[in-house]
């Protein structure tokens, strides 16, 4: 008898601003997945925004909510899915161990941080974050080397979503 085959599971990882929620709705639909974007998990599961747990609750209680989520949404169910990663998921170590232990796929967005900068703040999402350039860059420095045990890396500079979506 065939074994249950175990669920597919692609995963977005990047900094603030690399595309993981357009270029993951985008991928989920060509390929028929559901998609998933870990905020908006945390934010239904703790019926509060991103912004305001941090403005409440500090970053340290939003990075225990975000592993919990995680855990959640890769114990949840045996869906083929997509899943975007908010930009300092990948960071923490019990996540990698979560998603190793997933077998998920991992897919880095890039591109230059000036460009990152720029889209977070014409896309109007309050990033709490992204509010002073220093941190975010100084951020995006901390963060390089863990992104670099991604799978698969993808730079995005100068393409649009349908491209990025179709080279994944
Ligand atoms: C964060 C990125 C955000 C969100 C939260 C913290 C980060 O997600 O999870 O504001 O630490 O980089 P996006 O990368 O989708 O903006």
């Not at 300092?88 to 967005?109: E, I, K, Y």
């Amino acid at each position: 008898m065939a074994g249950v085959q175990k669920a597919q599971r692609v995963v977005l990882i990047g900094f603030m601003g690399a595309g993981k929620t357009s270029v993951g709705k985008k991928l989920a639909q060509e390929l028929g997945w559901r998609f998933v974007d870990l905020d908006d998990v945390i934010e239904s599961r703790s019926q509060n925004s991103v912004a305001e747990i941090f403005a409440t609750a500090g970053e340290k209680r939003f990075r225990e909510l975000e592993t919990e989520a995680l855990d959640f949404l890769l114990g949840q169910s045996n869906e083929d899915m997509v899943l975007a990663l908010g930009g300092g998921a990948f960071v923490q170590p019990a996540n990698r161990a979560l998603l190793d232990r997933a077998a998920a796929a991992t897919v880095l967005l890039q591109a230059p941080v000036e460009e990152l900068h720029r889209r977070c703040r014409l896309d109007g999402r309050v990033r709490p974050l992204a509010q002073k350039p220093a941190t975010f860059l100084q951020l995006f420095e901390e963060r390089r080397a863990a992104y670099e045990s991604a799978e698969l890396k993808m730079e995005t500079m100068g393409k649009d979503v349908e491209q990025v979506a179709a080279e994944v």
